[in-house]
């Protein structure tokens, strides 16, 4: 309802209707409480429908007492014809004079008094008042006793007001911060009418006979279903109706309600006016009659527009948004307003079948119970959800003093209630029990309540002490990050997930400032991913964030500027600016609270958040940066160790060609304990490389050769084991002696025998000679085994007695021949598997794995490379008759980034098929196979364009660094374009630039001709 005053009037009358409508409840606590009783009951009529039998008179022996059914006809001086006689009587009773009586007078003694029909009479402590009935015909009259209502009867209803009172309050705060806000208003003006309503149809009985307090009733009666109503058309946003027609709205909502609120107006004064100019008793018996139709039409209506209450909240939770604070908030009000229907309903009932219950205040209880529904309704969706954005207008402070002064007051409340009902059930006792049992039930009381409320207060330091160890553990997880010095990405999901445990939100994001010109794009996110992972300038959201620390989506009340349009879309409800040094560096969006509305507290963290994260998101950048200086410092640095590798591979060829090994000295660099322990060893082929893995083996090959222990030489297909055994051999004390090899799997179990021990003349078919097996060409030598795990076990057997025994017979042959010889195995395969299936002898095992030597597969000896393609390169050049001298250094890469599992077999065959293909005098990409090519990309080169750019305080310009930097920048396009094969357009997707870009770079470092005109 839309008052047409100036909205600063609007506001002062509405506050002023709440204090009224306060004062109002609270007179009609205290006029009620002041009116008589008698314990005979009418209900729109004069037949006694209800006897109270406290009322009845203390050891007074009458002829005849009221009964239900009968028809009163006078009480007091005063004759009853109707039923506003009775409650103008009634009420009148306290004013008629008093005759005082002793306690053993009876009622004949009382009949013969005078003017004892229209006194009141006090007889042991006890009011009389006589009363005449009509029972069966016959007038019948008795005395009954006149006292206060029970108390019980106020119970409820002052329950109710202590508890919407709080609730009445808090609305009317908000409505005081925010008067313009419509929703706000209307659900202020909605408490106005309910208190009114509520307290006056509870006690309307008591208050029939005060025309005022009636009329008070009656208006918020009236009103409370259409201001209800229309609360909820707008609720949580307005009905599309309501937007486009709203004084249409307006009239239909009102109108109908306006005119039965006239007519009962009208209906009652007139009624009122009647009665007291003492009308013909017919005209107001008419009169009440016709009030009595224009209350059950009224009612009809109030059930009618309940019915569409219902109706506007399941169409405002089906249209809300999925897990929304709108939904949540109209869920529980829909929840509280189902669960009122119950009562609603049945006080529909009585109205409708029992009028003369319905007319006792049989609906107090349900109407009680159908407002405590709505109340608690509201409640919940204030304090979890954040209806009407309480946490907005009220801060901690303000809501703790709130509740405490509220806690007290229903604390007072409930002393006051239960003391009241105790001591009414002593009136009878003597003046000590009476003191003792209201002093006992008092201290129970206190008692009670203060250990409930100190219950209440542990369970809010309780509270309170979460929420600051959470700040705690958030700050605590922010140093941390800090501390570590973790990536951005790792920093930003760190904060992320310690700000959502701190605000109990699951769903959010971080976007960080990248590139120039600036694009804020997504690193980190809770739950589900936002629609948009880039944000650029220019979008509303991150022109706002430039203006504001913060965006916030409204609750539910207007309309949405783009900033907060874009938010909501990306399922955020906050976003929050991250500023250094007044730069904006990222945006972080929070989603909805699990457990309701962001309060101003929560805000202020946020605040505090955002400049703790961003010095930690600074210091993170600073450290990438830092990052990305020392890779380019160690490349660089490895660039020259890669020369210096080369340059002594170089050196090494040429000694070993000039075969002045002995004499020579290592270059500038050159580590001296590998160049001694090469130059102690005696190779006629040489082992090339000079990382560490290879001077640890020729350091293990110097050691073990002067041993004449079994050797197991172990390692992958194609490491060179081969040439490690040989090694062995040449630097041993057997080195002028026979060096035999065998390849055990290349021979049948029948030939391998046959080939290690030999055999004699008629041994088996095809022996046509004696023939010396490889044992007898080794002695005093070395027998070198290659791929002993292929043997079978009965050469196995054999095997081993001659690695215990030093003999052996020749086949088809018994006599015994005595050798010396070194065995040095290799295998490829693992033994102790092959052991643990059968298929290998673990005496066997045991007798060869003396010494063992592990060849390293060159994957792992990657630094080698350049200088084992070199040696290929020289050798194979040689060979081929051509001037091949160097490797290109992208070809290099290329070898260098290949896994090799053919090791260093598969290196020489690339290198020949490269000398074979090569057509200048360097090898380049385009000689090397496939499947080299394969596993190489120019990743880092599209690394080092993506890396962050350092600042100009974190590096002085200067020329050498730039010449650097330009030099850098030529082998990179040049690298990039032999990699596309000349394909200026592959480049460019390759290197992340534009292909123009790219040409214009090409000409400017000289790697394609400049075109015409430029």
Same mark, same amino acid.
């Given at each position: 309802?839309?008052?047409?005053?100036?909205k600063h009037?609007?506001?002062?009358?509405?506050?002023?209707?709440?204090?009224?409508?306060?004062?109002?409840a609270?007179?009609?606590?205290?006029?009620a409480? !002041?009116?008589?009783?008698?314990?005979?009951?009418?209900?729109?009529?004069?037949?006694l429908?209800?006897?109270?039998?406290?009322?009845?008179?203390?050891?007074?022996?009458?002829p *005849?007492?009221?009964?239900?059914?009968?028809?009163?006809?006078?009480l007091?001086?005063?004759?009853?014809?109707?039923?506003?006689?009775?409650?103008t009587?009634?009420?009148?009773?306290?004013?008629?004079?008093?005759?005082q009586?002793?306690a053993?007078?009876?009622?004949?003694?009382?009949?013969?008094?005078?003017?004892?029909?229209?006194?009141?009479?006090?007889?042991?402590? =006890?009011?009389?008042?006589?009363?005449?009935?009509?029972?069966?015909?016959?007038?019948?009259?008795?005395?009954?006793?006149?006292?206060?209502?029970?108390?019980?009867?106020?119970?409820?209803?002052?329950?109710?007001?202590?508890?919407?009172?709080?609730?009445?309050?808090?609305v009317?705060?908000?409505?005081?911060?925010?008067?313009?806000?419509?929703?706000?208003?209307?659900?202020?003006?909605?408490c106005?009418?309910?208190?009114?309503?509520f307290?006056?149809?509870?006690?309307?009985?008591?208050?029939?006979?005060?025309?005022?307090?009636?009329?008070?009733?009656?208006?918020?009666?009236?009103?409370?279903?259409?201001?209800?109503?229309?609360?909820y058309?707008?609720f949580?946003?307005?009905?599309?109706?309501?937007?486009?027609?709203?004084?249409?709205?307006?009239?239909?909502?009102? !109108?109908?309600?306006?005119?039965?609120?006239? &007519?009962?107006l009208?209906?009652?004064?007139?009624?009122v006016?009647?009665?007291?100019?003492?009308?013909p008793?017919?005209?107001?018996?008419?009169?009440?009659?016709?009030l009595g139709?224009?209350?059950?039409?009224?009612?009809?209506?109030?059930?009618?527009?309940?019915? %569409?209450?219902?109706?506007?909240?399941?169409?405002?939770?089906l249209?809300?948004?999925?897990?929304?604070?709108?939904?949540n908030?109209?869920?529980?009000?829909?929840?509280?307003?189902l669960?009122?229907t119950?009562?609603?309903?049945y006080?529909?009932?009585? @109205?409708?079948?029992?009028?003369?219950?319905?007319?006792?205040?049989?609906?107090?209880?349900?109407?009680?119970?159908?407002?405590?529904?709505?109340?608690?309704?509201?409640?919940?969706?204030?304090s979890?959800?954040?209806?009407?954005?309480?946490?907005?207008?009220?801060?901690?402070?303000?809501?703790?003093?709130?509740?405490?002064?509220?806690a007290?007051?229903?604390?007072?409340?409930?002393?006051?209630?239960?003391?009241?009902?105790?001591?009414?059930q002593?009136?009878?006792?003597?003046?000590?029990?009476?003191?003792?049992?209201?002093?006992?039930?008092?201290?129970?009381?206190?008692?009670?309540? +203060?250990?409930?409320?100190w219950?209440?207060?542990k369970?809010t330091?309780?509270?309170?002490?979460?929420?600051?160890?959470?700040?705690?553990?958030?700050?605590?997880q922010?140093?941390?990050?800090v501390? =570590?010095l973790?990536?951005?990405?790792?920093?930003?999901?760190?904060?992320l997930?310690?700000?959502g445990?701190?605000?109990?939100?699951?769903?959010?994001?971080?976007?960080?400032?990248?590139?120039?010109?600036?694009?804020?794009?997504?690193?980190?996110?809770?739950?589900?991913?936002?629609?948009?992972t880039e944000l650029?300038?220019?979008?509303?959201?991150?022109?706002?964030?430039?203006?504001?620390?913060?965006?916030?989506?409204?609750?539910?009340?207007?309309?949405m500027?783009?900033?907060?349009?874009?938010?909501?879309?990306?399922?955020?409800?906050?976003?929050?600016?991250?500023?250094?040094?007044?730069?904006?560096?990222?945006?972080?969006?929070?989603?909805?609270r699990?457990?309701?509305?962001?309060?101003?507290?929560e805000?202020?963290?946020?605040?505090?958040?955002?400049?703790?994260?961003?010095?930690?998101?600074?210091?993170a950048?600073?450290?990438q940066?830092?990052?990305?200086?020392n890779? =380019?410092?160690?490349?660089?640095?490895?660039?020259?160790?890669?020369?210096?590798?080369?340059i002594?591979?170089?050196?090494?060829?040429?000694?070993?060609?000039?075969?002045?090994?002995?004499?020579?000295?290592?270059?500038?660099?050159?580590?001296?304990?590998?160049?001694?322990?090469?130059?102690?060893?005696?190779?006629?082929?040489?082992?090339?490389?000079?990382?560490?893995?290879?001077?640890?083996?020729?350091?293990?090959?110097?050691?073990?050769?002067?041993?004449?222990s079994?050797?197991?030489?172990?390692?992958?297909?194609?490491?060179?084991?081969?040439?490690?055994?040989?090694?062995l051999?040449?630097?041993?004390?057997?080195?002028?002696?026979?060096?035999?090899?065998?390849?055990c799997?290349?021979?049948?179990?029948?030939l391998?025998?046959s080939?290690?021990? %030999?055999h004699?003349?008629?041994?088996?078919?095809?022996?046509h000679?004696?023939?010396? !097996?490889?044992?007898?060409?080794?002695?005093?030598?070395?027998?070198?085994?290659?791929?002993? &795990? +292929?043997?079978?076990?009965?050469?196995?057997?054999?095997?081993?007695?001659?690695?215990?025994?030093?003999?052996f017979?020749?086949v088809?042959?018994?006599?015994t021949?005595?050798?010396?010889?070194?065995?040095?195995?290799?295998?490829h395969?693992?033994?102790?598997?092959?052991?643990?299936?059968?298929?290998?002898?673990?005496?066997?095992?045991?007798?060869?794995?003396?010494?063992?030597?592990?060849?390293?597969?060159?994957?792992?000896?990657?630094?080698?490379?350049?200088?084992?393609?070199?040696?290929?390169?020289?050798?194979?050049?040689?060979?081929?008759?051509?001037?091949?001298?160097?490797? +290109?250094?992208?070809?290099?890469?290329?070898?260098?980034?290949?896994?090799?599992?053919?090791?260093?077999r598969?290196?020489?065959?690339?290198?020949?098929?490269?000398?074979?293909?090569?057509?200048?005098?360097?090898?380049?990409?385009?000689?090397?196979?496939?499947?080299v090519?394969?596993?190489?990309t120019?990743?880092?080169?599209r690394? @080092?364009?993506?890396?962050?750019?350092?600042?100009?305080?974190?590096? *002085?310009?200067?020329p050498?660094?730039?010449a650097?930097?330009?030099?850098?920048e030529?082998?990179?396009?040049?690298r990039?374009? @032999?990699?596309?094969?000349g394909n200026?357009a592959?480049?460019?997707?390759?290197?992340?630039?534009?292909?123009?870009?790219?040409?214009?770079?090409?000409?400017?470092?000289?790697?394609?001709?400049?075109?015409?005109?430029?």
């Amino acid at each position: 309802m839309t008052l047409a005053l100036p909205k600063h009037w609007q506001r002062w009358f509405l506050l002023a209707a709440g204090v009224g409508v306060i004062l109002y409840a609270i007179v009609v606590v205290w006029y009620a409480q !002041g009116s008589p009783e008698i314990g005979l009951r009418c209900s729109f009529g004069t037949d006694l429908v209800e006897i109270d039998p406290r009322y009845q008179p203390v050891s007074l022996d009458q002829p *005849a007492a009221p009964l239900r059914g009968d028809r009163l006809v006078r009480l007091g001086q005063r004759e009853i014809r109707s039923w506003s006689d009775y409650i103008t009587t009634l009420a009148g009773l306290w004013r008629l004079p008093l005759l005082q009586v002793d306690a053993d007078t009876t009622f004949d003694e009382l009949r013969e008094l005078p003017g004892y029909a229209s006194s009141l009479i006090r007889r042991d402590n =006890q009011h009389l008042v006589w009363v005449e009935f009509v029972r069966d015909g016959q007038r019948l009259g008795a005395f009954t006793a006149v006292g206060p209502p029970p108390v019980q009867e106020f119970v409820s209803s002052l329950l109710w007001f202590f508890l919407k009172i709080g609730f009445f309050a808090i609305v009317a705060v908000v409505y005081w911060k925010r008067p313009e806000d419509g929703p706000t208003r209307r659900l202020f003006l909605l408490c106005v009418v309910t208190v009114g309503a509520f307290m006056g149809g509870y006690h309307w009985l008591r208050i029939a006979s005060s025309p005022p307090l009636v009329i008070v009733m009656i208006i918020c009666t009236v009103l409370l279903p259409a201001v209800c109503l229309h609360f909820y058309l707008t609720f949580p946003r307005p009905k599309q109706f309501v937007e486009r027609r709203p004084r249409l709205t307006l009239w239909l909502l009102y !109108g109908v309600p306006g005119v039965l609120l006239a &007519g009962l107006l009208g209906t009652y004064l007139t009624l009122v006016y009647v009665y007291r100019t003492e009308g013909p008793p017919a005209t107001v018996i008419q009169i009440a009659r016709v009030l009595g139709y224009e209350i059950a039409v009224t009612i009809t209506v109030s059930a009618l527009l309940f019915l %569409g209450c219902i109706v506007c909240l399941i169409h405002s939770f089906l249209v809300s948004s999925p897990n929304s604070l709108q939904r949540n908030q109209v869920k529980w009000i829909l929840t509280g307003a189902l669960a009122a229907t119950i009562p609603i309903s049945y006080v529909l009932y009585l @109205a409708a079948t029992d009028t003369e219950r319905f007319g006792l205040g049989g609906a107090a209880w349900p109407m009680f119970l159908a407002s405590m529904c709505f109340t608690a309704a509201y409640v919940i969706s204030i304090s979890r959800y954040g209806l009407m954005e309480v946490g907005q207008v009220l801060n901690w402070g303000i809501a703790s003093l709130a509740i405490s002064l509220a806690a007290g007051f229903v604390y007072s409340g409930f002393v006051f209630l239960g003391t009241i009902v105790i001591g009414s059930q002593l009136e009878s006792q003597s003046a000590f029990r009476q003191a003792a049992w209201v002093s006992l039930t008092a201290w129970l009381l206190l008692l009670g309540l +203060d250990l409930f409320r100190w219950r209440m207060r542990k369970a809010t330091d309780r509270l309170l002490h979460r929420e600051k160890y959470q700040l705690d553990r958030t700050l605590e997880q922010m140093s941390l990050a800090v501390g =570590q010095l973790v990536d951005e990405p790792t920093l930003c999901r760190r904060l992320l997930v310690a700000l959502g445990e701190l605000l109990s939100f699951n769903q959010g994001a971080i976007y960080v400032r990248q590139g120039d010109p600036a694009l804020f794009v997504l690193v980190s996110h809770l739950k589900d991913r936002p629609a948009l992972t880039e944000l650029p300038l220019g979008s509303p959201l991150i022109d706002a964030l430039m203006q504001s620390p913060l965006v916030r989506v409204p609750g539910v009340l207007g309309p949405m500027a783009p900033s907060q349009r874009q938010l909501a879309s990306l399922g955020a409800e906050i976003a929050l600016a991250l500023r250094h040094e007044g730069r904006v560096m990222a945006i972080v969006l929070v989603g909805p609270r699990t457990t309701g509305r962001y309060e101003v507290e929560e805000l202020h963290l946020l605040t505090t958040f955002a400049q703790l994260a961003a010095l930690a998101l600074h210091s993170a950048q600073g450290r990438q940066q830092i990052e990305v200086l020392n890779r =380019q410092l160690q490349s660089k640095v490895e660039k020259i160790s890669e020369q210096q590798r080369r340059i002594v591979a170089l050196q090494s060829q040429l000694l070993r060609e000039s075969g002045a090994v002995a004499a020579a000295r290592p270059p500038a660099g050159a580590e001296q304990a590998d160049s001694q322990t090469s130059s102690a060893l005696h190779l006629s082929r040489p082992i090339v490389g000079s990382s560490v893995l290879t001077q640890n083996l020729l350091q293990t090959v110097r050691k073990v050769a002067a041993s004449p222990s079994a050797v197991l030489i172990r390692g992958e297909s194609g490491t060179g084991k081969e040439l490690l055994a040989r090694a062995l051999h040449e630097n041993s004390a057997r080195a002028d002696r026979a060096f035999i090899k065998v390849h055990c799997a290349a021979l049948s179990p029948g030939l391998l025998e046959s080939e290690l021990f %030999g055999h004699v003349k008629g041994a088996f078919t095809g022996a046509h000679k004696d023939k010396i !097996g490889r044992f007898e060409l080794a002695h005093g030598g070395t027998l070198f085994l290659d791929e002993i &795990g +292929d043997i079978t076990l009965d050469v196995q057997t054999k095997l081993l007695r001659v690695l215990q025994e030093m003999t052996f017979e020749r086949v088809g042959s018994s006599e015994t021949v005595q050798v010396d010889v070194r065995i040095i195995a290799a295998t490829h395969q693992d033994l102790e598997q092959l052991m643990r299936e059968g298929r290998f002898r673990e005496d066997l095992y045991y007798r060869l794995n003396v010494i063992t030597i592990r060849m390293p597969p060159l994957r792992e000896r990657a630094e080698d490379i350049p200088e084992l393609a070199a040696h290929f390169l020289a050798t194979y050049a040689q060979r081929s008759g051509k001037t091949l001298t160097a490797i +290109d250094d992208d070809a290099l890469l290329a070898l260098k980034s290949y896994a090799w599992p053919g090791n260093i077999r598969e290196l020489e065959n690339v290198i020949e098929r490269a000398v074979v293909l090569a057509e200048g005098p360097t090898i380049t990409i385009e000689e090397l196979p496939a499947e080299v090519l394969r596993s190489f990309t120019l990743e880092p080169v599209r690394a @080092a364009y993506a890396e962050v750019k350092p600042t100009p305080e974190a590096l *002085a310009p200067e020329p050498v660094w730039t010449a650097q930097q330009e030099q850098a920048e030529r082998e990179r396009l040049a690298r990039a374009l @032999a990699a596309a094969g000349g394909n200026k357009a592959q480049a460019a997707r390759t290197l992340g630039m534009p292909r123009s870009t790219l040409i214009s770079k090409l000409e400017k470092h000289g790697l394609i001709p400049r075109r015409v005109g430029r």
